[in-house]
């Protein structure tokens, strides 16, 4: 039997040697499903913990000496722990090394994980190795230099360290060190004030104790093995024996570990939900090819039965070869994946047999097909038509309804994750079963036309099973492929917008300084707007508002950015522009005394006084005192600007302070610099307002200014609100002055989110903030946004203009964290499982056609006169016709699934702030749909160029 089967296999090596290829495809496949997940879930939690903080990578637990004992017993216990590596430190504040505060630090083992520039270790007493820096150099401290310390106090935590009367201990600096790797665990978790650059003196713990101190912090660091904290499994920490103190000293390590578990799980539950159905495409391409070797072998069976051949051994001679190539090749692809696949293992091979049983299924199954016929049809040239009940198309009809109704329950972790796929399978498998029973008709009017060539390929298609299974497997692969490609163009999308909102440019700097001072530089760099602008943030009603320079809108990453710049672009007149010189200003005070009373012997209330607000060429706002007291009539009341505003300054305000001596009303009546008139005093207002005229009373808030706005400045300042505020936005908002009184705020326009600050959140013009509060109102979280256009130094011209920027985020960078995600990931490995699939099917459909040149079909019509040319473009136009049909059919079963299951898809990551695209865009659809279809017609179409014979390569 051994023999009969290696005859087999040698003299049809051809034929069976597709079927070993498409089994090592489906091994190597089944292997990589298994390794990817793995792999990437260890990338995203490295990845993880890279990013996370010290105290979410590390135990640490700290005391003074009253903790010396439990510090020391947790130090001791965590180093008899495989998984853990213990340091164990002890600190005092001192100062003696620079101006401000340090630290005297023993570390075990500290040496090596220093860079020495000069000198050594300290090996004793008295013994100290000093960071290089700004103040090592500034001191000029070197090896040889003896520094005094003293223990650093703070008695009181609003004010700055200061050394204590404790009194001083010399020390000798030995050496001079940098960090090798400041990011290190071995450093441990540090403070945020020790973080911000606290200069750290390392020494002997014999140095610690010879300086007078009374309080000294101990420390020790349990450092988790790498692989531990990837595992995202807390549970094994709790298991480990670390000590409880240290752990729960420690909270943030169980969130960052329950994020990795989280990601993990995502990415291993995701993976298999195309994956799997990929591999069920390489098994029923395997039962094509051993159905389609079987039943050019029918002969051959039949008279195997006609000899009475026991059933079992038919079985095997018929199943046999195709098996045996199955349990060779399968586990082969596996274990070339597990050989040359980073991360796969042991699990890989394990898959791979799994596969192979249901491979050796599939061949038993097909065998049996054929077996049971009876020996005298198994002679026939052309099979007894039989009714089937389409089992196939039920099975599958009835899985795909249990993963709906499972992921209808919201159950998304078992069968409910293959909705997507297993309804684009079953729309495509019933629909290949519907449109050749449709299109069989048509064969026959076609003929009957005389387009001979065209009808015969529509008779191959529509009445062989072949033709059928071939359209079924040709659709289910192009749904796949549909599938995923539209599911990566709505995740790429979401992504990038998700991104254009939260950093609202390419380039974000977080600058320390005043808006003011920003919008100066800002504008001295790039005086034309093409590339910067200015934002801060603050709060209003408890909502966050974002003030943004909307006059460079065209800066922001944001497509309403342009349409709100218009909404919020301020209504007022023109600005009124002062230069240097002596300003008046002319007011007619219409007051009256107030009877304050009897007042105690040399008290008095002081006469109300006004001043005039001018925001000069750099932004700021300064008051200055009119130097008149307000009386009644018609008073011209003078200043002289600052030297400054020879550069151009604009007024921005008037305001006055009384002291509840007056009653009354003051009109504005002419403004003038050097005798010319820059205002009639039209316009003027009250924030909030539109009166003219201020009002003096003595409810008043004593010695607190009252405002009068210019004509530039909006009465109520336009604002953008997110439609989760409600229609009109909050109620009231408002800004405050300095005083009692308030700048409204006017609902303009809504949006649904605000970029930077997400939802329930408002948006103004920064400029015209500043102008309706005179700088009352100053955001914080100042930020220059920066476009792609922007040069390359802009960063630096923005030092040089005085900015200190003090961190920065790139869009760039933004883009590939988000495409590290466990959703792009997850979709990445699903594209290259339907890339797979597609690649399959084009290798069965390349052999099926090949074996096609030479049927009982065929050979019939050659005998009844039918030309060798226009047989094999009939054998073309079928399997056009198949690839044409079956990516229409897999577009169409795609566009249901997507419908139906789109909510199963890894698509985003978290909650996104807007929902991602209802519908993939036609474009890389319609590019999928036709490249399939390409590559499917240009590889069948070669295996007939050029061929002369009605032969076939692959059948024998």
Known sequence: MIALLMLALRERRRAYAAIALLCLAIGALAALGAAYPRSVADSIADDEIRSAPASERLFSLAGGDD????????????????????????????????????????????????????????????????????????????????????????????????????????????????????????????????????????????????????????????????????????????????????????????????????????????TPAVVLPVLVLGCWGLFLLVSGRLQRDRPEVGIQGLRGLPLAYRWLLAAGAAGLLAIVATPLGALLVTLFTPGADGSSMTAAFQVLGVELLVIAVTALGVLRLRPLDLLRRVLPASGKIPLTEIAVLTVAGASFAQMQSGDRTGLGIFTASLL???????????????????????????????????????????????????????????????????????????????????????????????????????????????????????????AVDLSRSSVMRWPEAA????????????PIEVGAGKLEVTVDAAVTLVDVGRLPPGVTVPA??????????????????????????????????????????????????????????????????????VSDGSGWHT????????????????????????????????????????????????????????????????????????????????PGMLRATLGSTTPGNIEVWLSADAPADAEQKLTDAGLAIVG????????????????????????????????????????????????????????AGVRAATLRRANRTTYALISVFGVLIGVVAAAVAWAAARTVLPIVDGTPWLPPPSWPGPVPLAAAAVGVAVLLIAGTHLIFVGDRREGGAWSE
């Open 67 to 270: 903790a010396a004992s439990t510090v020391q017993a947790v130090t001791e216990s965590t180093r008899r722990l495989p998984d853990f590596t213990a340091v164990y430190a002890a600190s005092v504040s001192v100062m003696g090394f620079g101006p401000e505060r340090s630290t005297l630090v023993y570390r075990e083992n500290a040496c090596a994980h220093v860079r020495l520039l000069s000198g050594r270790c300290p090996l004793g007493a008295g013994e100290v190795m000093v960071p290089a820096g700004p103040v090592q150099q500034a001191r000029k401290i070197e090896v040889g230099t003896r520094l005094l310390l003293v223990e650093a106090v703070k008695p009181d935590p609003k004010k700055p360290w200061e050394a204590s009367n404790r009194g001083k201990a010399p020390v000798d600096v030995v050496g001079v060190y940098q960090q090798i790797d400041p990011g290190e665990d071995y450093w441990g978790v540090r403070t945020a004030e020790d973080a911000a650059g606290v200069a750290m003196v390392l020494a002997r713990p014999e140095t610690l104790n010879s300086v007078p101190h009374n309080l000294e912090v101990l420390t020790v660091t349990a450092i988790p093995d790498r692989k531990l904290l990837m595992s995202g499994d807390y549970g094994a920490i709790l298991r480990s024996k670390l000590d409880a103190n240290i752990i729960r000293s420690s909270p943030d390590v169980q969130r960052m570990m329950e994020r990795i578990a989280a990601k993990r799980k995502f990415v291993e539950t995701m």
């Open 687 to 766: 924030p909030g307002t539109d009166a003219g005229k201020w009002s003096i009373d003595p409810s008043m808030a004593m010695g607190q200014p009252s405002y009068l706005l210019p004509p530039d400045v909006s009465a109520r300042l336009p604002m953008a609100y997110t439609r989760d505020l409600g229609q009109g936005g909050p109620t009231a908002p408002a800004f405050s002055l300095r005083g009692s009184q308030r700048a409204p705020l006017a609902a303009t326009v809504a949006t649904d989110v605000v970029p930077r600050v997400g939802h329930k959140a408002m948006l103004v013009d920064l």
């Open 563 to 574: 349409e709100m710049a218009a909404a919020l672009k301020p209504s007022g007149a023109a």
């Open 808 to 863: 920065s985020e790139s869009r760039a960078d933004a883009v590939a964290r988000a495409d590290r995600t466990p959703p792009a990931l997850t979709l990445r490995m699903q594209l290259w499982a339907a890339v797979a699939g597609v690649l399959l099917l084009l290798g069965v459909l390349l052999v099926v056609s090949s074996g096609d040149r030479r049927t009982t079909e065929l050979a019939g019509l050659r005998q």
């Open 608 to 677: 109300s006084r006004m001043f005039a607000v001018v925001e000069l060429p750099g932004g700021e706002f300064q008051e200055l005192d009119l130097d008149k007291k307000v009386q009644a009539g018609a008073q011209a009341y003078a200043v002289e600007l600052p030297p400054s505003c020879a550069e151009g300054c604009r007024l921005a305000g008037l305001s006055l302070v009384t002291f509840g001596a007056e009653r009354g009303n003051l009109t504005i009546q002419r403004i003038a610099v050097d005798g010319k008139a």
């Open 424 to 546: 684009a399978v079953a729309v495509a498998v019933v629909a290949a079963r519907v449109l050749p029973t449709v299109l069989r008709p048509a064969a026959r009017r076609v003929i009957q036309r005389g387009r001979l060539a065209r009808g015969i390929a529509l008779a191959l298609m529509t009445r062989r099973p072949s033709g059928r299974h071939l359209l079924a497997l040709t659709s289910a692969a192009a749904a796949l492929f549909t599938l995923v490609v539209g599911a990566m163009d709505v995740s790429s999308t979401a992504r990038h917008t998700q991104i254009d909102l939260t950093m609202g440019a390419d380039r974000v700097l977080q600058v320390q300084s005043s808006p003011a001072q920003a919008l100066a530089a800002v504008h001295q760099i790039d005086p034309d707007g093409a590339y910067a602008t200015v934002t801060g943030r603050l709060s209003v009603s408890g909502y966050s508002v974002l």
